[in-house]
């Protein structure tokens, strides 16, 4: 039986983190393979977690993660590196499991141990980082938008600049509201591929977030992962002939 206050590891490719103890509940974030996190509450099978990467909290499914011994834990925090490639592939005692990119494996010893369980990443790769952040925002380009979603089947507005800036090892908020209280402000003549802008809606309040790219072309999460055009007020979507957000905001954490 988990217990509050153990480490635990997710030994799924993709696993729904909820709102609340019950399948019904809405899908807050997901946790991805091999990602970390704490145990804050239990309630029958559900146990309510905090992730390692950026401390949101949740409910998932205990059947779905393992407990992690503490040492194992920091060590994870510290030799693990995010997947580049679109799938891999990790042998584990009850199959293969497919890994998605932005999941969380060794960067040079394929073989690991969790507790019992032995792991293998078949064919690892050496994850070398590209310097242009573009040729990582755009492996995500068309990815449908999925309101929790954190992959490129299925993701949101911040999920992808977390997911996008993680490859750097920039740990930013979930939420776009929170992300947008990190970084530097600059102004729309000032900004350069990498800033982040952020948009309100009628309250003020932020809800939406993308990443400037090359000549105030903007990557961001409506409907899929797409691209549009940054102005001085907003984004102005070229199929729709109109400007769909509202400037609030642009942030620059890449210097």
Known sequence: ?????????????????????????????QLLFGEVGT??????????????????????????????PETTYYSILKTFKRQFSRLSIVKSSWGDIHTVMGSFLPNEEPIFEIGQYTFEVVNPEKISIPEDISKIALEYNNAPYLWGGRTTFGIDCSGFTQAVYRFYEIELPRDASQQEKIGTEVKFEEIKKGDIAYFHNEKGNVTHVGIVLDNFSFIHASGRI??????STGIFNDEMKKEAHQLHSIKRILT
Do not use: N
């Not at 146990?47 to 949101?56: E, T, V």
């Not at 797409?226 to 102005?231: A, G, P, Q």
């Open 226 to 231: 797409r691209i549009d055009r940054l102005t």
């Open 1 to 29: 039986m988990m217990q509050v206050g153990q480490y635990v590891f997710c030994s799924e490719s993709i696993v729904p983190v909820r709102s609340d103890f019950k399948d019904q509940a809405e899908i807050v974030t």
């Open 39 to 68: 145990i804050l509450a239990t309630h029958y099978q559900w146990i309510k977690i905090k992730s390692a990467h950026d401390h949101y909290e949740g409910w998932i499914d205990q059947k779905q993660v393992l407990i992690l």
